[in-house]
């Protein structure tokens, strides 16, 4: 009944189904229209509210922020929360950002990755309505779905509603990899998914609501605007680069394969302007031939893995990610086999090594994968490791979706 309850108050704000077949002029489905963009359907409920938002710079209509944009149609903004990297998106992956000024708004905005992660009843007294706006990539390693679901919580405590302009996920068309053993949660995994999760972030919010995962099984009241003339196998190339590192569609679409090699003793890109597209390390020297030298990036990765020695491995650049499209499967091949070409196997997931590793069981997110690779198990068998999981997974998913 409840979740029942969420989709009634998303309906009242123009959430109907839309059919992708259906040619609906400029909401057909070769202009898929975001949350955000629908301003018809949410300004007249912010007009005369006191609002703040989570934003960061994928919150745009057109080319155009959604703060400045709102402010322009009389929209009264009293604060921006930020998330990491910040809400001008400025900030390197895991570093901490202060509370500032916005110098371009006027607007205060306050850091929800740097002395706390969520907005204090404080933050939330002179709010009348939260807004949520940010692009997300679909996978359980990034924080956006953290960050929202810590927003969901401070938005009960404090009694408000939360308004999410929802976006399409790049990786929507994938649903796959093991479901998080929460033995292993961490800031990475907070939540019993995949590494593929095939949400949006308001599909993901429901189901938060649906499944009791916010602290203490409470429910956040939530209005939603959903992508109109979208579904989940819909390609959607980005308008923004939803991160520093994440600077590259060909780097969004690889992300799901390629972002366990944060598990790994391997430079998966970082230190270049083309990180989750190239993996290496210089113990791979005569073992292929494209190689690449990582270095100190402001904003990007100021230390990263192998800093300033040449790297040798796999060049993704120009893989055909319309592969993966088609297999809807995450890629275990690369690992598989970088980890048999590496003459150095006890380094290969010794997460001691580097403090930019995380253990491999937190970035998968369950104990047996790293003696799955050593073992030389077959895909056949990781996969069938994540049964019936992943499966139960996928049937609860249609109880919360949004598209088709």
């Known amino acids: 009944m409840k979740f029942l309850i969420v989709c009634v108050a998303a309906l009242t704000l123009g959430c109907s189904s839309v059919n992708p077949g259906m040619t609906l002029g400029k909401g057909s489905s070769n202009s898929i229209e975001t949350g955000a963009e629908r301003t018809e359907e949410y300004v007249s409920y912010l007009k005369g509210k006191r609002v703040a938002m989570l934003a960061n710079p994928t919150s745009i209509i057109g080319k155009t922020h ?31 950002v202060a509370d500032e000024i916005d110098a371009k708004s006027g607007i205060p905005v306050i850091s929800l990755y740097g002395k706390k992660n969520k907005p204090s009843k404080e933050d939330m007294a002179d709010v009348d309505v939260m807004v949520y706006d940010l692009q997300d990539v679909g996978v359980r390693f990034y924080t956006n779905i953290n960050a929202l679901s810590r927003l969901m919580e401070a938005c009960h405590e404090s009694g408000k509603e939360l308004l999410i302009l929802d976006r399409p996920n790049p990786n929507g068309y ?37 499944q009791g995962w916010l602290k203490d099984g409470v429910k956040c009241r939530l209005k939603i605007v959903k992508v109109a003339n ?42 270049t302007y083309f990180p989750f597209t190239v993996l290496g390390s210089p113990e791979l020297k005569g073992k292929y031939e494209f190689n690449y030298t990582p270095t100190g990036i402001k904003g990007m990765a100021e230390t990263p893995l192998f800093m300033n020695q040449v790297c040798y491995g796999l060049d993704l650049r120009n893989y055909d990610v319309e592969k993966l499209r088609a297999r809807k499967q995450i890629n275990l091949q690369w690992i598989m ?25 937190v970035q998968i997110g369950n104990g047996i994968f790293r003696t799955q690779i050593i073992d030389g198990v077959s895909e056949a068998e990781i996969r069938a490791s994540w049964e019936p999981a992943l499966s139960q997974y996928k049937e609860m998913r249609k109880k919360y979706l949004l598209y088709n």
């Open 66 to 96: 959604l703060v400045d944009s709102l402010k322009s149609l009389g929209i009264n903004i009293v604060k921006v929360f930020g998330p990491e990297h910040g809400f001008r998106g400025n900030a390197s992956a895991g570093v901490h």
């Open 174 to 210: 994938l649903v796959d990899g093991a479901v998080l053993d929460m033995k292993y949660k961490s800031g990475i995994g907070m939540f019993p998914i995949p590494m593929s999760h095939g949400l949006t972030v308001a599909e993901f919010a429901q189901m938060a609501n649906g």
């Open 230 to 271: 979208y579904n989940h196998d819909m390609p959607y190339t980005l308008p923004v680069a939803p991160s520093p590192n994440l600077n590259t569609q060909q780097a969004v679409m690889l992300y799901p394969s390629t972002c366990m090699f944060e598990g790994t003793y391997i430079n998966l890109g970082r230190g």
């Open 337 to 361: 086999e970088l980890y048999k070409a590496h003459p150095y196997k006890e380094k290969f997931f010794d997460s001691k090594l580097s403090n930019q590793m995380n253990s491999i069981e």
